[in-house]
């Protein structure tokens, strides 16, 4: 199934950044690390040198597009399934962006790049900022990022140390746990004291909610996190989605669940908010272009397109005749993603 956009894809509901159109400008999983986390699956070519791999006239071309298409979303998030600091050019598209919008744009990041002057100021025309910080010392850095092998845990907090002391908007510093890898006393208390040295605006707890590269990665129970988020400080919160919503389990393939959302002449929520009316090839080839990027449970995928349960059901269905799509459990929730 062909695609028509091969930049952007969504918006998908973000619990970060509300409605979030994606952006994604490095090849599939061109990486500075090797997250065991990862929803994407192994990294294809761990780098750290910079090229240009996607035009931002390109981009841009999409992106005007999609706003004439009546696009609405909270952010334009420049993300995807790479690590976006490794394009050369991220400044001028961030600049091209923000002429044709007043969407405010986020860059998702590893942070691993910021140590580089060239990055750091690329990065400061972004709104906002969301790095990582997985681990409080190097061995645990080696053991749940696998860097590349220029890549250490010091020049990551170098490089967001200076990246605050030169960026007046906003960071937000996501720090990812995994139960039995960075969960004790002692490596919350490195972490905790890297992050009063980054001073980041905000520090956000994730865990592995979905399915990861690596098999056996558990997650941080809700209370857990709530203790660290305390142990952490006021300005720590949970992200991480515990929701178990009808639309997060539904059996594949089964009958879909009807829902007033799918009544007629009922607009959902969702729909209120997406913006664009679509074709129904429109939509199935939005969703193809979000499950590469992420899984997503069915939820997900209705917020994100606008549409309710009974018809996202049928161009899952629909996808997964074609075999391009599938799903996978993890704690009891079904999340659909592209097939490999």
């Not at 997250?35 to 006239?57: N, S």
């Not at 979303?73 to 961030?94: K, M, Q, V, Y």
């Not at 890549?151 to 039995?180: D, H, M, P, T």
């Not at 090839?281 to 992420?294: C, F, H, N």
């Amino acid at each position: 199934m062909a695609e028509k956009k091969k930049y952007l894809y969504g918006p998908v509901p973000s619990r970060r950044l509300g409605l979030s159109c994606g952006v994604d400008i490095v090849p599939f999983k061109v990486c500075t690390l090797d997250c065991i986390y990862c929803q994407l699956g192994a990294t294809t070519e761990k780098a750290i040198e910079r090229k240009e791999y996607v035009p931002p006239e390109a981009v841009l071309a999409e992106l005007r597009e999609t706003l004439a298409e009546g696009l609405k979303a909270d952010f334009i998030t420049i993300s995807g399934s790479g690590e976006p600091t490794l394009n050369s050019r991220l400044g001028e598209l961030i600049d091209g962006i923000k002429k044709i919008t007043n969407i405010p744009v986020a860059i998702l990041t590893n942070g691993t790049l910021l140590y580089r002057p060239d990055v750091r100021m690329d990065c400061a025309k972004a709104d906002v900022v969301l790095p990582s910080l997985d681990a409080g010392d190097k061995q645990t850095f080696q053991k749940i990022n696998r860097p590349h092998k220029d890549i250490n845990i010091e020049k990551l907090i170098s490089g967001l140390c200076a990246f605050r002391n030169e960026y007046a908007g906003q960071i937000w510093l996501e720090v990812f746990l995994i139960e039995g890898s960075n969960t004790d006393a002692g490596q919350i208390a490195k972490i905790k004291n890297i992050i009063r040295r980054i001073r980041p605006d905000k520090v956000q707890l994730n865990t592995a909610v979905r399915p990861t590269t690596c098999a056996g990665i558990k997650r941080v129970d809700a209370e857990q996190l709530e203790a660290i988020a305390a142990e952490l400080g006021k300005n720590c919160e949970v992200i991480a989605d515990f929701s178990s919503s009808r639309g997060g389990s539904v059996p594949v393939r089964c009958q879909p669940i009807p829902t007033h959302r799918d009544s007629p002449g009922v607009k959902s929520k969702a729909e209120d908010i997406s913006g664009a009316h679509f074709t129904t090839s429109d939509k199935m080839e939005a969703l193809l272009s979000m499950l590469k990027r992420r899984p997503c449970s069915l939820d997900d995928i209705c917020t994100g397109l606008g549409i309710g349960h009974n018809e996202a059901l049928k161009h899952i269905s629909h996808l997964q005749q074609l075999g391009v799509i599938n799903y996978e459990q993890k704690d009891g929730r079904i999340f659909f993603k592209a097939s490999s």
